[in-house]
């Protein structure tokens, strides 16, 4: 049986369009996450209350980790890795959040510690969605206005 030419082409690109689903990469969570901690009488913030996708599986990297590092923690091959995640290094004064569901990377980003510092970063790795709960401390700051805010794995 031959498929013909438009449905083999409309097959592939739902499949296309099925993988870039299933590793979104955005700052959706650095964003919940900020909204989370500013909260004025939050003692807590659990990150799988934070996510709209699936994920069993947690890591977490502080500033200057190479993406080459990254991919050999998660086990994702070098030559996938650049696809799904977009930064070759972590920034200095950010933290990478990288959710997966069964081995498969599902969400990849960076977070900002100015919104948050996991302070200090787990050494257990990965968490859970039962273990990725942090205790929100906040701290009076240099700067005026904002306290500085370190998020402590219970």
Not at 29 to 55: N, Q, Y
Request: aromatic share 8%.
């Amino acid at each position: 049986m031959t498929i013909p030419r438009q449905a083999l082409h409309t097959m592939l690109l739902l499949a296309a369009l099925s993988g870039l689903a299933a590793c979104y990469r955005g700052k959706d969570i650095s964003e919940s996450l900020d909204k989370a901690v500013l909260i004025p009488h939050a003692g807590e913030v659990r990150l799988a209350d934070l996510t709209r996708f699936d994920w069993d599986s947690l890591y977490l990297f502080g500033g200057y980790t190479a993406r080459e590092n990254i991919c050999k923690t998660i086990q994702l091959e070098i030559d996938e890795c650049a696809r799904q995640i977009p930064f070759e290094w972590v920034a200095e004064s950010n933290a990478a959040l990288l959710f997966l569901s069964k081995g498969d990377l599902v969400h990849a980003e960076q977070h900002a510690y100015s919104k948050g510092e996991f302070k200090p970063l787990p050494e257990s790795q990965p968490l859970t969605p039962t273990t990725a709960v942090f205790r929100i401390v906040r701290t009076p700051s240099a700067r005026v206005g904002d306290p500085d805010i370190e998020l402590v794995l219970k």
